[in-house]
């Protein structure tokens, strides 16, 4: 056990420097493709690393752009947002917390089939997420008061969410027609027979006045 704790802590101080980034990835790496089953893990906490996702999508370590895209995928691969609401990247044997400015990911891609009832919209992220908006993806739309604009999530797995990008939102809305939800009339948007609300009716009507 004595070792253990001492492989932790190396690992944390590994971490506050340029070789750290390189122990990191590698753990992740052999956490396995694609989406690894953070949720079931459960290691120590081993500090926070100076890492972030900046609100265009963007990864930075030590303030410095990631460049490479499959090092991005491999890290969003091991990414968990926890009930206290921190992000962490998470290998079998550590947990380090890092910086998130809005979403993880951005949704940069939508692709729309069917009508009505059946119709689904599904979206791709930029690290490769491909996700059907509905029951296991919900969206979401939040009012930003600052600037009267919209900002449209999907989740994409656990308590991760995409925001989707501002091309893709003008998409989105597109699809939007007015629904009759819980007595009141809505803007919304239909996927996979889920009826996800915008605004009001009324509200759409002064912002198209």
Excluded at 50 to 68: A, H, K, V
Aim: glycine share 10%.
């Amino acid at each position: 056990m004595t070792e253990r704790a001492e492989d932790r802590e190396e690992s944390l101080t590994a971490a506050t420097e340029a070789r750290g980034l390189e122990a990191l990835i590698s753990r992740a790496a052999r956490a396995g493709k694609g989406p690894a089953p953070v949720e079931r893990w459960n290691p120590a906490f081993c500090g926070d690393l100076d890492m972030e996702i900046r609100q265009d999508g963007t990864w930075f370590y030590l303030g410095t752009p990631i460049g490479r895209m499959p090092l991005v995928q491999l890290f969003s691969s091991v990414l968990r947002k926890d009930e206290d609401g921190k992000t962490y990247l998470v290998t079998p044997v550590e947990r380090v917390g890092i910086r998130v400015a809005d979403a993880p990911f951005i949704a940069v891609e939508m692709d729309v089939s069917s009508t009505g009832d059946g119709q689904v919209i599904t979206f791709r992220t930029n690290v490769g997420d491909v996700v059907e908006a509905g029951p296991d993806h919900p969206l979401r739309f939040v009012d930003e008061d600052a600037t009267g604009g919209l900002k449209p999530y999907v989740l994409v797995r656990g308590r991760l969410e995409a925001l989707v990008a501002r091309p893709v939102m003008y998409e989105l809305v597109g699809h939007g027609e007015e629904i009759e939800v819980g007595g009141r009339r809505m803007f919304a948007v239909r996927s996979k027979g889920v009826v996800y609300p915008i605004m009001t009716a009324e509200k759409l009507q002064r912002l198209s006045a």
